[in-house]
């Protein structure tokens, strides 16, 4: 790796300084997962790097009864997943990042740096933009709080602006009824970054299977990750029946924009994202 | 600019003067001579490059040697002690899971974190942790088996 300069800021405030004082020549090291491989491959060449894994209060999962749920961007992959009571309340979550990558890189893999990150096959991010996640950012201005949806700007690109760092996801409780799932198709294995990702979360009447909200959010099938709305507007309000599954899997396909990479083409990315929808939405309504 | 740093690897204090762009990968195999450690992909998805850090399976070759300072690493040559080797070591050896070997550091420092997790572990389980180390020679049938001879072994002896 090219030679930088190395700070462990101590806390949130001398991270933003920090990073207002460098700006551009500066890079955010958490898990390092990724930056260490883009580090390697010259992908960045940042003469300063900091290393924000020993912030205080940057890893939690805190469960406010009221409000939802607040994950500090810290935490690890396997923290989610071996959380209890994330399991207990919003099982999609750990569902959906116990399938990132492997084992080892799971132990280090921060959910701040997933998103950072912001490549568009990110396996964190359908789920949470399912549940209406938010993002909290603090930066020399102040704290802002935006929908996730709104995060992400292009592939590998996201809204940070110079000096701010994630801090928190912030997820809504969901109501009643709601289930969801992370499907995910890498090719080999979950061990692969994904060629289609697909997150449903809805909130289907058990008895009648009315769908009273539905989101679907794919991933890797366009510069970020998106919601398939004209699919979503399909089937809310409706009861699913597998013929609707069928149309409505028809119509996220044609929604999707993916490109032709060395992974795999568009036209495959858009059949799996038609599979994906059926198989997912078979099983939230099982 | 080079700092000098202490790395506790295997119950040791090392002492080592690093740039902070090095991974701990190669100040293990540069600096100390702890060449057990493998370099395959250096890219974190081949597995060769295993170490424990507090107990937990990192890959090494991703890992800044600055930021694992003042942490306990376990490598591959802290497994055995003298010439004893360790249980899933002695399985490695009996069930003749290894041809090059050189993925086989990677797999028993993978394997030791994920006994100590799940002591008794389904063949699946077993597969679901290693998806992350790569056996080029072996098909891997064999290291699924020394893994549960060896998590019998380490039950038996508990």
């Given at each position: 790796?090219?030679?930088?300069?190395?700070?462990?800021?101590?806390?949130?405030?001398?991270?933003?300084?920090?990073?207002?004082?460098?700006?551009?020549?500066?890079?955010?090291?958490?898990?390092?997962?990724?930056?260490?491989?883009?580090?390697?491959?010259?992908?960045?060449?940042?003469?300063?790097?900091?290393?924000?894994?020993?912030?205080?209060?940057?890893?939690?999962?805190?469960?406010?009864?009221?409000?939802?749920?607040?994950?500090?961007?810290?935490?690890?992959?396997?923290?989610?997943?071996?959380?209890?009571?994330?399991?207990?309340?919003?099982?999609?979550?750990?569902?959906?990042?116990?399938?990132?990558?492997?084992?080892?890189?799971?132990?280090?893999?921060?959910?701040?740096?997933?998103?950072?990150?912001?490549?568009?096959?990110?396996?964190?991010?359908?789920?949470?933009?399912?549940?209406?996640?938010?993002?909290?950012?603090?930066?020399?201005?102040?704290?802002?709080?935006?929908?996730?949806?709104?995060?992400?700007?292009?592939?590998?690109?996201?809204?940070?602006?110079?000096?701010?760092?994630?801090?928190?996801?912030?997820?809504?409780?969901?109501?009643?009824?709601t289930k969801g799932v992370y499907l995910?198709?890498?090719?080999?294995?979950?061990?692969?970054?994904?060629?289609?990702?697909?997150?449903?979360?809805?909130?289907?009447?058990?008895?009648?299977?009315?769908?009273?909200?539905?989101k679907i959010v794919l991933g890797s099938?366009?510069?970020?990750?998106?919601?398939?709305?004209?699919?979503?507007?399909?089937?809310?309000?409706?009861?699913?029946?597998?013929?609707?599954?069928?149309?409505?899997?028809?119509?996220?396909?044609?929604?999707?924009?993916?490109?032709?990479?060395?992974?795999?083409?568009?036209?495959?990315?858009?059949?799996?994202?038609?599979?994906?929808?059926?198989?997912?939405?078979?099983?939230?309504i099982a | 600019m080079k700092q000098d740093?202490?790395?506790?690897?295997?119950?040791?204090?090392?002492?080592?003067?690093?740039?902070?762009?090095?991974?701990?990968?190669?100040?293990?195999?540069?600096?100390?001579?702890?060449?057990?450690?493998?370099?395959?992909?250096?890219?974190?998805?081949?597995?060769?490059?295993?170490?424990?850090?507090?107990?937990?399976?990192?890959?090494?070759?991703?890992?800044?040697?600055?930021?694992?300072?003042?942490?306990?690493?376990?490598?591959?040559?802290?497994?055995?002690?003298?010439?004893?080797?360790?249980?899933?070591?002695?399985?490695?050896?009996?069930?003749?899971?290894?041809?090059?070997?050189?993925?086989?550091?990677?797999?028993?420092?993978?394997?030791?974190?994920?006994?100590?997790?799940?002591?008794?572990?389904?063949?699946?389980?077993?597969?679901?942790?290693?998806?992350?180390?790569?056996?080029?020679?072996?098909?891997?049938?064999?290291?699924?088996?020394?893994?549960?001879?060896?998590?019998?072994?380490?039950?038996?002896?508990?």
């Amino acid at each position: 790796m090219r030679d930088f300069e190395y700070f462990e800021p101590a806390s949130v405030k001398e991270a933003i300084s920090l990073l207002a004082k460098y700006k551009k020549e500066a890079k955010i090291l958490a898990g390092g997962t990724d930056l260490a491989v883009n580090l390697k491959h010259d992908v960045i060449r940042p003469n300063y790097i900091i290393n924000i894994g020993a912030i205080p209060d940057l890893n939690h999962i805190d469960f406010d009864h009221g409000k939802g749920l607040r994950i500090g961007a810290l935490t690890t992959m396997r923290a989610l997943i071996e959380s209890t009571e994330l399991r207990k309340t919003c099982p999609v979550i750990p569902q959906a990042v116990s399938q990132l990558g492997n084992p080892a890189i799971r132990n280090v893999a921060t959910l701040g740096g997933n998103l950072c990150n912001a490549s568009p096959a990110a396996d964190s991010a359908p789920v949470l933009i399912g549940l209406s996640a938010k993002a909290k950012i603090v930066g020399p201005d102040g704290v802002r709080v935006i929908p996730l949806e709104d995060f992400f700007s292009g592939p590998h690109s996201n809204v940070l602006k110079v000096g701010e760092i994630l801090t928190e996801i912030q997820v809504p409780l969901p109501p009643a009824n709601t289930k969801g799932v992370y499907l995910k198709y890498g090719g080999r294995g979950v061990a692969d970054l994904a060629i289609v990702g697909v997150a449903i979360v809805a909130n289907i009447e058990a008895k009648n299977k009315v769908c009273n909200d539905i989101k679907i959010v794919l991933g890797s099938v366009a510069p970020t990750p998106m919601r398939a709305k004209k699919a979503e507007e399909s089937i809310k309000g409706q009861v699913i029946t597998k013929a609707l599954i069928d149309e409505s899997a028809q119509i996220a396909a044609n929604e999707a924009r993916p490109i032709t990479d060395n992974r795999s083409s568009a036209g495959y990315r858009k059949t799996l994202v038609n599979v994906y929808v059926k198989r997912a939405l078979t099983e939230l309504i099982a | 600019m080079k700092q000098d740093i202490t790395l506790k690897i295997n119950g040791e204090s090392y002492e080592v003067r690093v740039k902070p762009s090095e991974t701990l990968l190669e100040v293990l195999r540069d600096k100390l001579g702890l060449t057990g450690t493998k370099e395959g992909c250096d890219t974190g998805k081949c597995g060769a490059c295993t170490v424990l850090i507090e107990g937990k399976a990192v890959r090494s070759c991703l890992t800044l040697a600055i930021a694992a300072r003042d942490k306990e690493i376990t490598t591959i040559e802290g497994l055995a002690h003298g010439k004893e080797l360790h249980p899933i070591q002695q399985a490695f050896v009996e069930h003749g899971a290894l041809q090059c070997g050189f993925c086989t550091p990677g797999m028993i420092m993978i394997s030791k974190a994920f006994l100590e997790d799940n002591p008794d572990p389904t063949e699946k389980e077993i597969r679901e942790a290693l998806v992350g180390n790569i056996c080029r020679c072996t098909g891997y049938v064999k290291i699924v088996e020394a893994i549960q001879a060896s998590a019998k072994e380490m039950r038996r002896a508990n």
